[in-house]
């Protein structure tokens, strides 16, 4: 009888210590705490820095002469209007450009459009020989190497001596300013291929110096004549081009981009004469009007470093476990 009251304690206390066992607290170490991956996305306001270089496309600048008439000898007034007909290839110069950048981009899948707008400005080539108080953007102390100079020779009728004209020209572009839409595709989420296009404004400058004079048996008693000219003004037209942009780190983007420019046409009138000193006072050897015109076309190539502002973007929901 006390073996049977024995071995049904012993049951119990077996029966009863392994539920007390499967009720006390497993001692497994907690699931890790879930760190969301880092949110790369291009919607946002941006603000940058850029430079590169700026190549003019346009290298002749045209002279079409006018003969005004002199009341001295007509001969030698349309022989310097023949003579100021020159075609001068301008040096075509790199200049460098300088500037910032700001826009905005929204992001829908791997598709990126936005705007874009910039200032740069432009320095080397500037003149030194400005004859307005125009500085340029970077100043005025580089040497007139964006510049050429075209000779023309014209034969005097019934004369052992010809008209000699000799026109110079200077250029540069002071500054300019873009504004364009871009629109691109992520090749990765990190790298975006654009193509980008607008509108674009810029100061053009161009200084002429025009001189007449004779070359020969040269006839006594005149005044070489002397023109300057200077040209400076701000001009409108369209940029197109495309890129690409690499965000290498979370609101951080490099690119690098080309684009080609076009602000007009533009023309420059300049009037130089040939006076005589002998006989009456004064008198006009020749009156010759010029016109000298050229187009403002070049290509951009440059780099950028851009900040995505994320400062007050909604924080991404992530689930609690």
């Known amino acids: ?39 790369w996305t291009w919607t946002g306001l941006y603000i940058g820095v850029n430079g590169g270089g700026i190549w003019n496309n346009s290298r002749n600048f045209v002279t ?19 003579a100021a007909n020159n075609i001068i290839p301008v040096n075509n110069r790199t200049q ?66 010809s008209v000699l004209n000799q026109q110079t020209i200077t250029r540069s572009l002071d500054y300019l300013s873009t504004s364009r839409v871009r629109a691109g595709f992520l090749v990765t989420p990190s790298l975006l291929v654009y193509a980008t296009g607008g509108v674009a404004i810029g100061r053009v400058h161009v200084n002429s110096l025009l001189t007449n004079t004779f070359v020969g048996p040269t006839p006594a008693g005149f005044f070489p004549g002397i023109s300057t000219a200077n040209y ?57 009007g010029t016109q000298t015109s050229w187009r403002n076309t070049g290509v951009i190539a440059r780099a950028g470093l851009n900040y995505h502002i994320h400062w007050f973007d909604a924080a991404p929901v992530v689930a609690r476990y």
């Open 232 to 288: 400076s003004q701000l001009k409108a037209g369209f940029v197109a081009g495309g890129g690409l942009e690499w965000m290498f780190f979370k609101d951080w983007s490099v690119k690098a981009e080309a684009m080609y420019y076009d602000l007009g046409r533009s023309t420059l009138n300049q009037q130089v004469q040939l006076i005589a000193s002998a006989g009456p006072p004064g008198l006009l050897l020749s009156n010759t």
């Open 1 to 39: 009888m006390i073996r049977k009251i024995l071995l049904a304690s012993v049951a119990a206390a077996t029966v009863t210590g392994s539920a007390l066992a499967a009720d006390l607290p497993s001692r497994k170490a907690p699931p890790p705490a879930f760190v969301p991956p880092p949110v």
């Open 96 to 161: 460098f450009l300088a500037g910032g950048t700001w826009g905005y981009n929204w992001q829908w899948n791997q598709w990126v459009v936005g705007t874009e707008s910039d200032f740069q400005g432009v320095f080397g080539c500037n003149n030194n020989n400005n004859n307005n108080g125009n500085f340029g953007f970077f100043g005025n102390n580089n040497n007139n190497n964006c510049g050429g100079t075209a000779i023309g020779v014209a034969p005097v009728a019934g004369a052992p001596f």
């Open 64 to 82: 079409n002469a006018t003969d005004f008439g002199a009341t001295g000898t007509p001969v030698i007034s349309a022989a310097a209007a023949l």
